[in-house]
Nanobody
Framework: VQLQASGGGLVQAGGSLTLSCTTS????????VGWFRQAPEKEREFVAA????????YYRDSVKGRFTASRDLFKNMVYLQMNNLKIEETAVYYC??????????????????????WGQGTLVTVSS
């Protein structure tokens, strides 16, 4: 397993969680990472993304101002801090990697087909 998302759990609406994505060293270099989520009976959707060195982040409109993607290059870790969670954000959250990061990543970060490595997801349940 080259990617592993963790940190999911049960949280009340308005609460916070931080997800972590562990990446294997082999794909650490030049790797962009995206976060996606999939709710039951729904399509997988883009949530956030971060470029290879953390200098650029991207978010879907509905999470802007509440979610923050970050990374620790030394620890090979990528994080998704989620604040003020909403019930409708209950889903399995996945991290995915694109290695190497393409020069036009800023135009493709939201597309699931852009990523060539996927980890197992972690379930986030937001209760009322």
């Amino acid at each position: 397993v080259q990617l592993q998302a963790s940190g999911g759990g049960l949280v009340q609406a308005g609460g916070s969680l931080t997800l972590s994505c562990t990446t294997s060293e082999r794909i650490q270099a030049s790797k962009a990472v995206g976060w996606f989520r999939q709710a039951p009976e729904k399509e997988r959707e883009f949530v956030a993304a971060i470029n290879w060195n953390g200098s650029k982040t991207y978010y879907r409109d509905s999470v802007k101002g509440r979610f923050t993607a970050s990374r620790d290059l030394f620890k090979n870790m990528v994080y998704l801090q989620m604040n003020n969670l909403k019930i409708e954000e209950t889903a399995v959250y996945y991290c995915a990697a694109r290695s190497p990061e393409p020069v036009d990543y800023s135009k493709k970060y939201y597309y699931t087909g852009e990523y060539n490595y996927w980890g197992q997801g972690t379930l986030v349940t937001v209760s009322s």
